[in-house]
């Protein structure tokens, strides 16, 4: 058996070690109209019954001041072959500059809420906002624990047994600093002989089965 080496890691990078995570593309509206659309890599999962989700919002952005004055927002599940157009929407632009025009970027209408949805998307989360955690230093970010109310997919990227099909669902995933990588060039679904607890059996296990 191999002998781990073990030595330290600067603690200002540890959210490193905590990815790869989705990196999506947030539509927000402010309350005159106006569409804006940013990467946002610091979103995840708050809780699984009842479904709620969390992201970190940097308080300068318009994304952040959108979904204070709306309360609503879309996460749209990038695949790898938008990467391109992520990074450009990243970079700062003058206010009156449209982003998504910019990245030639088309929406549609959501189900439930103003803010659009994007084309050539994967997959859609439309979000309500609940409660903003303010951070107690000033260097912190603002957490947003929000409500999903709707979800929609590519048809493609589900199975026949509606469990998602990774080889479409190519998802575009952040390892931090710039670096990217996808689904299919990092992972493939591992097999497990006995697992260790179903659906059904975790959500009887924290006493949410219906």
């Known amino acids: ?7 330290k890691f600067k603690i200002e990078q540890v959210s490193l070690l905590t990815r790869p995570f989705i990196a999506p593309l947030i ?9 804006n659309v940013a990467p946002m890599s610091s979103v995840s999962f708050g ?15 318009r994304t952040y001041k959108n979904i204070l004055e709306t309360k609503e927002f879309v996460i749209n599940i ?17 206010e009156k500059v449209d982003k998504l025009d910019k990245a030639r970027l088309k929406t549609f209408p959501s189900e439930k809420i103003k803010p659009p949805r994007i084309l050539n998307c994967l997959a859609w989360i439309e979000c309500k906002l609940l409660e903003v955690i303010e ?23 589900l199975n026949a047994d509606g ?3 990774y080889k479409n669902f190519d998802v575009l995933l952040a390892l ?15 097999e497990i002989k006995d697992k260790a607890m179903y659906w059904d059996e975790y959500m009887d296990y924290i006493g949410h089965k219906k």
């Open 27 to 35: 539509t927000t509206i402010s309350k005159d109209g106006k569409v």
């Open 1 to 7: 058996m191999k002998k781990t080496k073990i030595i």
């Open 163 to 165: 469990s998602l099909n």
């Open 47 to 61: 809780s699984y019954d009842p479904p709620r989700i969390t992201m970190a919002v940097h308080p300068s952005r």
């Open 78 to 94: 990038t695949p790898k072959d938008m990467i391109d157009k992520v990074f450009l929407c990243g970079k700062k632009f003058a």
């Open 135 to 157: 951070p107690k230093s000033q260097f912190d970010r603002p957490i947003l624990f929000c409500k999903p109310i709707s979800a929609s997919i590519d048809k493609d990227c």
């Open 176 to 190: 931090g600093v710039g670096n990217f990588t996808s689904i299919s060039s990092v992972i493939r679904p591992i």
